[in-house]
């Protein structure tokens, strides 16, 4: 899992639960999502910290190498 800190990054430990209402169970599950994502669209992503649902909106971008 993952966890973000106080300046909203994400690290080690937190739980993706859901993206865009659909439930997360392995890393096919978000790849399935993240297929019909387009750059500049939102995700609403749910996640465990701590054993507590928190939920955030991320855009995404174009990530260039």
Known sequence: GTLRDQNGQIRLGDIIVKMN???IKSYEDVYQVLDN???GDTI???YLRENKSHEVK???IEVKN
């Open 37 to 39: 994502i387009n750059i």
């Open 21 to 23: 209402d659909h439930p």
């Open 58 to 60: 991320l855009t995404t």
């Open 44 to 46: 609403t992503l749910q």
